[in-house]
T-cell receptor, first 114, second 113 residues
Framework: AQKVTQAQTEISVVEKEDVTLDCVYE???????LFWYKQPPSGELVFLIR??????QNEISGRYSWNFQKSTSSFNFTITASQVVDSAVYFC???????????FGTGTRLQVFP | SQTIHQWPATLVQPVGSPLSLECTVE??????LYWYRQAAGRGLQLLFY??????ISSEVPQNLSASRPQDRQFILSSKKLLLSDSGFYLC????????????FGPGTRLTVL
């Protein structure tokens, strides 16, 4: 069975704090893809990153970084020096060639206060 | 570049009324298209996906249906809305099926009263 767990329902931080959003996944496939999306208050899902199961290198994009660890089936997302504009719901998702669709976690709501 | 449009942006409908939500994609050919629903404060549920004109796969049995009359047009319909149909409806597209990145539209917020 394929599953994505985002155990943190809501996180509140003060601006400039670093924050990590956890994502744990389950799959029996050796080839799979992991994603992160951001959903700001406007509602549209914004694509952030796609990572395949054979690439365990950490990724950094500006203040965003992702830590992929197959040993713990985790794909965590860290925002460094958070800003109010980072306030949103963040979704982690999983896909593979067997499911033909994205399997989303339940999302983590991040609130960044000034 | 590719863009995806959805309309209307918001809709308030009475129970039992029909529904038609439209999604169109520009800048790409033969996209895979998806309809998702997000109930208030909850995650995303895949409703339908389509790999081509007239080809619709349903993920959840319900009173909704989908159609793809043109390559880049995807329509979500209902003959009679239920209260439980309220939610945020998102359309998405991808180049390849399944493992490819899906890009989402701005969404339609539907309230059934």
């Amino acid at each position: 069975a394929q599953k994505v767990t985002q155990a943190q329902t809501e996180i509140s931080v003060v601006e400039k704090e670093d924050v990590t959003l956890d994502c744990v996944y389950e799959t029996r496939d050796t080839t799979y893809y992991l994603f992160w999306y951001k959903q700001p208050p406007s509602g549209e899902l914004v694509f952030l990153i796609r990572r395949n199961s054979f690439d365990e290198q950490n990724e950094i994009s500006g203040r965003y970084s992702w830590n992929f660890q197959k040993s713990t089936s985790s794909f965590n997302f860290t925002i460094t020096a958070s800003q109010v504009v980072d306030s949103a719901v963040y979704f982690c998702a999983l896909s593979n060639y067997n499911t033909d669709k994205l399997i989303f976690g339940t999302g983590t709501r991040l609130q960044v206060f000034p | 570049s590719q863009t995806i449009h959805q309309w209307p942006a918001t809709l308030v409908q009475p129970v039992g009324s029909p529904l038609s939500l439209e999604c169109t994609v520009e800048g790409t050919s033969n996209p895979n298209l998806y309809w998702y629903r997000q109930a208030a404060g909850r995650g995303l549920q895949l409703l339908f996906y389509s790999v081509g004109i007239g080809q619709i796969s349903s993920e959840v049995p319900q009173n909704l249906s989908a159609s793809r009359p043109q390559d880049r047009q995807f329509i979500l319909s209902s003959k009679k809305l239920l209260l439980s149909d309220s939610g945020f409806y998102l359309c998405a597209w991808s180049v390849l099926k399944g493992t490819d990145t899906q890009y989402f539209g701005p969404g339609t917020r539907l309230t059934v009263l």
